[in-house]
C-alpha cells in the first residue's frame, strides 16, 4: 500500500513506523502538519491508500478524516484521552500501559479502535519510555492495524465513551517540586515524567530554569543536605538533596526571555555557568557505577573474559568531554585482560554524535565544533585499531550520524530489534567524519552507502542486518538487551574460533594500513569538515542553531516528501538473530483482546 505518515515531527517514533512499515513492503511518504499547512491538500496531492499519524498534536482536519481513513496512533490504552498520557503515566507511577491505534473523528482520541496493546512502564524518564516500550507496543499495533485495513474485511470497535477518561495538558502546576516536602521518589517521578520536555520549572541559585532528567543518588554515596541546596557535581549533572536523599539533575534549560531565542538545554554545570557555587566534584568509579552502586553516564564491568563498557549520555549527545572521558575509559578497558570487549548495551540511545547544544552554546561554535569531531575521531580510531580483542557495540536504542559510525567501528554490531539507525550526515549540512568513509562501504558497499548518505532516511534494525549494518538483531524488551547482550558475549568469548578471529582482524588491518593508512581517511573527511565550520556563511550554522533551539522548519523536507520512492533495502543471506523467550510472549500476548 501507499500510506501517507501525517506527523507533527520527524521523532523517533516516526521514523521506526516509516523505517519499518518500509520493511514490510509498504510504500511511505511523510508530511509534516506545521502551522499554516493545508493538510488537506497535502493529502489530496499524495492520494495514499491510508493515512496514518504516529505522533500528531493537532486534530485531523475533517476534509481528510471523512474523505478516507486516517489512523491515530494514541500513546495511551482504550478509553485514555487528552494530549499528555504518557507524562501522566510516569508522574503517577503506573506499572502498566498502552498504545491505541484508532480512527480519526470529530472528537480527539474517541474515534473506533483499530488495534491497542499492553506494555509495562518500569521506573526510566518518560522519553526512555517513549522510544523503548511505548515505541514497542505502538509498532505492534500499526502493523496490526495497518494489517487489518489492507484485508478490507475488518471493522473496527466503538469505543465505551461512558469508560473513556479525558485529562487537560500536563500543567507546571502540577509537576511542582515541593523540595521541603516531597520525598527522593516523587522528586524522580516528576523529574522524569518531564525529562526531555518540558521539563520542571523551578528556581535554583536566584535563577528560572527547567530541569531537566533526575537520576536516583544511592545511599552509599553519602549525599544528604538541606533539602532543595546543591550538594556536589558529576559529569555536567549536579546533585540536589530532598528530604530524605538525593538527585542528580543532569540538565537545565533557562527560561525564556519575552522576544528572545529559544533557551539551549544543557549539561547542568556549564548551563550554571558562573552561578554555580564550589562544590565537590564526585567522580564515580566505573565499576562501582555498572554495579549500580552509584549514578554514572559511564562504567565498567567484566563477567570472565569478557569487558562491557557502558555508557548513556542524555540525547545521545557526546560532546567534546565526553569522548574524551569514554576514551579514557576505553584505553583503561583495553588494559584488562579480556577477548570480548562489548561497547555500550544500555537501554536507549546509543549515540547520536557530536554535542550541537554545546557547540551551539560555545563562544566560538566553530571551534567547538573542530575539537567535537576530533574527540569522536579519537574514540573512533581507537577502537578500529583494537586489534587483540573482538570488539561488540551493543545498540540498544537508536544511534545516528557520527554516532552510528562510532558503532561501526566495532568488528561486530548488535542492535535491539527496535533500534533505528540514521546513518547519514547531510540533513545538518555536514560531509562528516568517524571513520565513515573507511567503515561504511566497507560493510555495505560503496554503492549502498551513496545511497545511505545520500537518502537519508531511518533504517530498521532487521534492515540494518540485511545491509550488513548490522551483525545480530535481539528481538528483546529494552530492560532485557544488556543481559541478553552478555549472555551472548560470554558464548562468543568461549569460543576457539574467537582467537583465530581475533589474529584475522590484526591481519587485516594491517592489510588495510597498507593499501591506505587510516590516518588519509581522517584527513580527507576532517578537510572537509573544517571548511564548513569555518564557513560563517555554510548551511551547517542556521541547520544546527533550528535543530537545537527546536525551531519548526518552513515546510516538509523534500527527502521526506519523496520518500516513497526511495528503493526497498535489498535481501541479504539471513545473519544471526536471538530472540528471547520474553520477547516471545510479549508478541503473542500484547494485542490479546483487540
Given at each position: ?338 577477548s570480548v570487549l562489548v561497547l555500550g548495551g544500555a537501554r536507549d540511545f546509543f549515540s547520536n554524535g557530536i554535542h550541537l547544544g554545546v557547540i551551539e552554546a560555545a563562544a566560538d561554535p566553530a571551534e567547538e565544533s573542530w575539537a567535537n569531531i576530533n574527540a569522536m575521531n579519537d574514540l573512533v580510531e581507537a577502537v578500529l585499531t583494537t586489534t587483540d580483542r573482538l570488539v561488540v557495540a551493543a545498540l540498544g536504542g537508536n544511534a545516528a550520524a557520527g554516532g552510528a559510525m562510532l558503532a561501526l567501528a566495532a568488528d561486530e554490531v548488535w542492535c535491539r530489534a527496535g533500534a533505528v539507525l540514521n546513518p547519514h550526515y547531510r540533513l545538518m549540512g555536514l560531509h562528516g567524519s568517524e571513520y565513515w568513509t573507511y567503515t561504511l562501504p566497507r560493510r555495505v558497499g560503496a554503492e549502498a552507502a551513496e545511497r545511505l548518505t545520500g537518502e537519508a532516511l531511518p533504517v530498521s534494525a532487521e534492515a540494518a ?130
Amino acid at each position: 500500500m501507499y500510506v501517507l505518515l501525517v506527523a507533527s515531527a520527524f521523532n523517533s517514533l516516526t521514523q521506526r513506523v516509516h523505517a519499518e512499515l518500509r520493511d514490510h513492503g509498504h510504500r511511505v511518504a511523510v508530511e509534516l502538519a506545521l502551522p499554516g499547512t493545508d493538510l488537506a491538500a497535502a493529502v489530496r496531492r499524495h492520494e495514499p491508500d491510508l493515512v496514518l499519524a504516529p505522533m500528531l498534536k493537532t486534530a485531523v482536519p475533517r476534509e481528510v478524516w471523512a474523505a478516507r481513513t486516517c489512523l491515530i496512533v494514541h500513546p495511551g490504552p482504550v478509553g485514555d484521552r487528552g494530549p499528555s498520557s504518557v507524562d501522566r503515566a510516569v508522574q503517577d507511577g503506573e506499572t502498566r500501559w498502552g498504545v491505541t491505534v484508532l480512527q480519526a473523528d470529530a472528537e480527539m482520541d474517541a474515534g473506533d479502535v483499530w488495534a491497542c496493546v499492553e506494555c509495562p512502564v518500569p521506573e526510566v524518564g518518560k522519553s526512555d519510555l517513549y522510544r523503548g516500550e511505548i515505541a514497542d507496543a505502538a509498532l505492534e499495533a500499526v502493523l496490526l492495524a495497518v494489517r487489518r485495513f489492507a484485508s478490507g474485511t475488518h471493522t473496527p470497535t466503538p469505543q465505551d465513551g461512558g469508560a473513556a477518561r479525558t485529562r487537560p495538558y500536563l500543567r507546571q502546576e502540577e509537576r511542582r517540586i515541593d523540595w521541603a516536602a516531597d520525598p527522593t521518589e516523587r522528586v524522580l517521578r516528576l523529574l522524569r515524567a518531564a525529562d526531555a520536555q518540558p521539563g520542571v520549572r523551578d528556581e535554583l541559585l536566584g535563577g528560572d530554569w527547567y530541569l531537566h532528567g533526575g537520576r536516583p543518588v544511592h545511599p552509599d554515596d553519602g549525599l544528604r543536605g538541606r533539602p532543595g541546596a546543591l550538594l556536589a557535581t558529576r559529569a555536567g549533572a549536579v546533585c540536589r538533596a530532598t528530604v530524605d536523599g538525593a538527585v542528580w539533575i543532569p540538565e537545565l534549560r533557562a527560561r525564556r526571555v519575552p522576544g528572545g531565542p529559544a533557551p539551549l538545554k544543557l549539561p547542568a554545570t556549564l548551563a550554571l555557568g558562573d552561578r554555580l557555587p564550589p562544590l565537590p566534584e564526585l567522580p564515580a568509579d566505573p565499576e562501582v557505577a555498572a554495579a549500580g552502586r552509584t549514578w554514572s553516564d559511564i562504567g565498567y564491568r567484566e563477567e570472565g573474559r569478557t569487558g562491557f563498557l557502558t555508557f548513556s549520555f542524555t540525547g545521545g549527545a557526546m560532546s567534546t568531554e565526553r569522548c574524551r572521558r569514554l576514551l579514557d575509559a576505553y584505553r583503561t578497558a583495553c588494559t584488562r585482560p579480556t577477548s570480548v570487549l562489548v561497547l555500550g548495551g544500555a537501554r536507549d540511545f546509543f549515540s547520536n554524535g557530536i554535542h550541537l547544544g554545546v557547540i551551539e552554546a560555545a563562544a566560538d561554535p566553530a571551534e567547538e565544533s573542530w575539537a567535537n569531531i576530533n574527540a569522536m575521531n579519537d574514540l573512533v580510531e581507537a577502537v578500529l585499531t583494537t586489534t587483540d580483542r573482538l570488539v561488540v557495540a551493543a545498540l540498544g536504542g537508536n544511534a545516528a550520524a557520527g554516532g552510528a559510525m562510532l558503532a561501526l567501528a566495532a568488528d561486530e554490531v548488535w542492535c535491539r530489534a527496535g533500534a533505528v539507525l540514521n546513518p547519514h550526515y547531510r540533513l545538518m549540512g555536514l560531509h562528516g567524519s568517524e571513520y565513515w568513509t573507511y567503515t561504511l562501504p566497507r560493510r555495505v558497499g560503496a554503492e549502498a552507502a551513496e545511497r545511505l548518505t545520500g537518502e537519508a532516511l531511518p533504517v530498521s534494525a532487521e534492515a540494518a542486518l540485511r545491509l550488513g549494518l548490522a551483525d545480530r538483531t535481539l528481538a528483546c524488551p529494552p530492560g532485557d538487551f544488556a543481559a541478553e547482550t552478555a549472555r551472548l558475549a560470554a558464548e562468543l568469548a568461549a569460543r576457539p574460533a574467537t582467537r583465530t578471529r581475533i589474529a584475522a582482524k590484526k591481519a587485516r588491518r594491517d592489510l588495510d594500513e597498507a593499501v591506505r593508512p587510516l590516518a588519509s581517511y581522517r584527513e580527507a573527511e576532517l578537510a572537509l569538515m573544517h571548511r564548513t565550520f569555518f564557513d560563517p556563511e555554510a548551511p551547517y550554522h542556521a541547520l544546527r542553531r533550528a535543530f537545537v533551539r527546536k525551531e519548526a522548519p518552513a515546510g516538509t523536507p523534500p527527502h521526506l516528501v519523496r520518500a516513497a520512492q526511495a528503493r526497498p533495502v535489498p535481501a541479504q543471506p539471513p545473519r544471526p538473530r536471538a530472540v528471547t523467550g520474553s520477547a516471545v510472549q510479549d508478541a503473542a500476548s500484547g494485542a490479546a483482546g483487540c
